[in-house]
């Protein structure tokens, strides 16, 4: 199991540019599938994009061409770059990890959850 911490987010405006950032303290994260996942108040949680060890990327198509997914295996760290933010991308995102290499959408295939951070956007 990993230990997962996300870091980076804050309150910008819509149109600005924010970068996430995960730590993993685990042994394994080099060959673990690392996604990121959203929470609005009152909504269900949503997959944003996922990146395997094969640097195999999947991106939800609300942040298609807007948000960017990358690892630093030296650093036991996964970003996403979120740029041209909107209003609706409003949520606390949340870090999870998988032994499986699909780059699935699903909450339940991640068995490692961080404790999530606030990224909120303003218009």
């Known amino acids: 199991q990993e230990q997962l911490v996300e870091s980076g987010g804050g309150l910008v405006q819509a149109g600005d540019s924010l970068r996430l950032s995960c730590s993993a303290s685990g042994r394994t994260f080099s060959h673990r599938t690392m996604a990121w996942f959203r929470q609005a108040p009152g909504k269900e949680r949503d997959f944003v994009a996922a990146?395997?060890?094969?640097?195999?990327?999947n991106y939800d198509h609300s942040v298609k061409g807007r948000f960017t997914i990358s690892r630093d295996n030296s650093k036991n760290t996964v970003y996403l770059q979120m740029n041209s933010l909107k209003p609706e991308d409003t949520a606390v995102y949340y870090c999870?990890?998988?032994?499986?290499?699909?780059?699935?959408?699903?909450?339940?295939?991640?068995?490692?959850w961080g404790q999530g951070t606030q990224v909120t956007v303003s218009s």
């Open positions: 990146v395997n060890w094969k640097y195999t990327t």
């Open positions: 999870a990890g998988s032994e499986y290499s699909l780059t699935s959408g699903s909450p339940d295939a991640y068995a490692d």
